[in-house]
């Protein structure tokens, strides 16, 4: 964290709250010490002779929040895609996984992965690496050099995997605590615990695992009733519970201290979601692989309406694109099909409050991010949206808009956090 | 049209038939006069010493046929994307169209437009420009200067449209004429009547339009039962029938000689579907716009496995863009919600499916085109994938794949009817 003052000249354009937008033509965005200082129109007294990066005729906005993606299948993105989500991990997601076994892999397609992350819209992230702790503290380190802010986990998985790219109990424990160990050489990029869902982890391991959230204070992610099939198998699976939220609650994998997000949560019904709100877990919608993967739609705009933590993940390889402006607009049009088929009695969810899903409502989870307010960490996008054409008689929130749904324009410079990375 | 023949190397994929696929790795694709001489692995003896154009490594694909589209929205497009139709329409869509009456705005939208079009995988496309003739004109003028083919429609309302983008029904009949007077001037782009739709043209203009139907021999594009409130009107607006369809027919504007393309057609009953099948009317099947517009899911895996003609279109700007690669995906996907909501007994659209739909299912509407069989026409795209990281270990068609989900990659060369055009 920089302990500089400086602003950023232009067309600004944030959230603060859920379906709300704050539009601001031609100011001064101030970033002191990482944090936003304010908006101003003209620049404060106290400001004196700082730096003013003129940005003048581009869009500000929020740097976005990716809260689920697999880096490890970007060597997968936009295979199989007639697949429905079983035979798509058997044909697609663990053969490719399987690779970063092998360290000059993991080292080609983290760079590029991370490479790729760093142009996009996402500053923060929620990310999956493998189940190899080797690849996973390289991806962290790719990240960590780029100036990316993300939580990475190692992969845990026990059970239902092919036996070429599964884990024993024993060696999931062992390597998740040399993992952790790895890990504190990292500034920004910290660990997450990372079950990979409970078709995949034995209670032995899951128990192990909640003991080791507890001693280090971890955060956890993992997958939670994403399709028909898997709530079919949760009975054979975690025969004593009534939800797959229950089945991580009993080993203290649900909400807590450290932070929970749970992605996908396309089929929970009232008492899933009522432990997920009471939990204060977050939810990482990810409207783009539950299209792909035929699993179904998530009640989204009902969930942030009733102040749920909600974000948005692109679920990076099952949705094909890293680019968070996809999962916004993919959010807004899945919405409108549940509202015309499965529940009429909720409006779709507004650009507005998919943008707000995939900078605060997904920012929340690393701390006062994804808004401008002031002491918000100054994560911000310089968006250059002139290639596309005929921009001149628009609004500031049609240009904006106009860039999510055409995903055309470049992110121009982008800051963490108040450090400049690109 | 060139008379010479030529042949391009590289790694060819087209398919002929709904559904399956043909792939040729390394092999020579003909052009004589024109037209697809074959696919050969080695070069025919009678090709002697006529040029190879090399492009070993990149896709060679069809064309792809926008079986419809907006051009005169193309201002508009990626705005206003939370409303429903009618005030979509009267929000964006008419207060940009109005525009097109002044030459200097059609010129510099029509400029960008066909640009836009000629770097895109489009070859073909069915058009509506505005109601204005003269800027219909210098549509037809920037399509056919840069080589594309299209069928382009001085769009026909006379009722149901704001007063400053209305016509009168004298009005619209003499500009029609006038316009297929002007429109005579094009070898490559010819028009296409194009009344909006049956909301938008009284019975007293359709029988008119009619008749310069029949005595210019003119293919014919409209909308049909897009969304419900269009089929809740249809009782009032045209009392005497059952379906949409029929509203076309009693007037000579179904099928017939000349050819027909109707979009939506979402809420469309089997009476409806019936009527479309037995007039050999084409269905542009649009599956952006109608996700964005709320409008519904069209059947359209059911009509392509019953034969019907159908085509992709991606509907610009009801759909945010005019890339086709997009419209493929997005018809993959919605039918996959419409198999997961609606109509459990129809499998969801295979990518290969989508594909044949967005170049010979609309593609037979301009002839022999949309594929690579001896004697279609030398409609081919060259396709650079190479921008796409990891490409390595992919099959051809994993490539393909890759390229149209991501819309990443180059077309890097596009001939239509033989002539290198990009």
């Not at 990716?66 to 490890?72: I, K, S, V």
């Not at 760093?118 to 100036?147: F, P, W």
Request: net charge negative.
């Amino acid at each position: 964290m920089t302990n500089s003052i400086f602003a950023l000249l232009g067309d600004i354009i944030h959230t603060p709250k859920a379906g709300e937008v704050e539009i601001h033509y031609g100011s001064y965005l101030v970033c002191r010490a990482g944090r936003v200082a304010g908006i101003y129109p003209r620049l404060p007294e106290w400001f004196e002779n700082e730096e003013v990066i003129d940005c003048t005729g581009k869009l500000i906005i929020p740097g976005m929040v990716d809260m689920h993606l697999h880096a490890a299948q970007y060597g997968a993105r936009g295979f199989g895609m007639d697949l429905e989500q079983n035979e798509w991990l058997h044909n697609f997601a663990y053969p490719e996984e399987y690779c970063f076994e092998f360290p000059e892999y993991a080292e080609k397609m983290y760079t590029s992965f991370a490479d790729e992350l760093l142009h996009s819209t996402t500053t923060r992230a929620c990310i999956y690496g493998s189940v190899h702790t080797d690849a996973t503290v390289t991806l962290m380190k790719k990240l960590e050099q780029r100036g990316l802010r993300a939580y990475v986990g190692k992969v845990n998985m026990d059970r239902n995997a092919p036996e070429y790219y599964s884990e024993t109990l024993d060696g999931s424990v062992e390597e998740t605590l040399r993992w952790l160990e790895l890990s504190n050489e990292f500034k920004k990029v910290k660990p997450i615990l990372t079950p990979k869902c409970i078709f995949n982890v034995s209670d032995a391991l899951m128990e192990q695992l909640g003991k080791i959230r507890d001693s280090h204070y971890l955060p956890v992610q993992s997958c939670l009733s994403e399709t028909k099939g898997e709530l079919e198998q949760r009975g054979e699976l975690c025969p004593d519970c009534n939800t797959g939220a229950e089945a991580y609650s009993r080993f203290g994998m649900l909400g807590g201290a450290g932070g929970c997000v749970m992605a996908h949560c396309v089929h929970s019904d009232e008492n899933e979601l009522e432990a997920l709100s009471r939990a204060g877990a977050y939810i990482a919608h990810c409207p783009a692989s539950n299209l792909n993967l035929s699993a179904g739609i998530a009640p989204a705009a009902r969930c942030l309406r009733d102040n749920m933590h909600i974000g948005l993940g692109t679920d990076l390889a099952a949705g094909e694109s890293l680019n968070l402006c996809t999962a916004i607009t993919a959010a807004v049009k899945v919405s409108k099909m549940h509202a015309l088929t499965v529940d009429t009695e909720t409006k779709p969810l507004s650009l507005v409050e998919a943008l707000y899903m995939a900078t605060k409502g997904g920012g929340e989870f690393f701390g006062q991010v994804g808004s401008f307010e002031p002491g918000y960490d100054f994560d911000a996008l310089v968006i250059d949206d002139s290639p596309i054409a005929g921009n001149g008689r628009c609004t500031l929130l049609q240009r904006l808009e106009r860039f999510i749904y055409l995903s055309d324009g470049k992110v121009e410079a982008k800051f963490i956090k108040g450090d400049k990375v690109l």
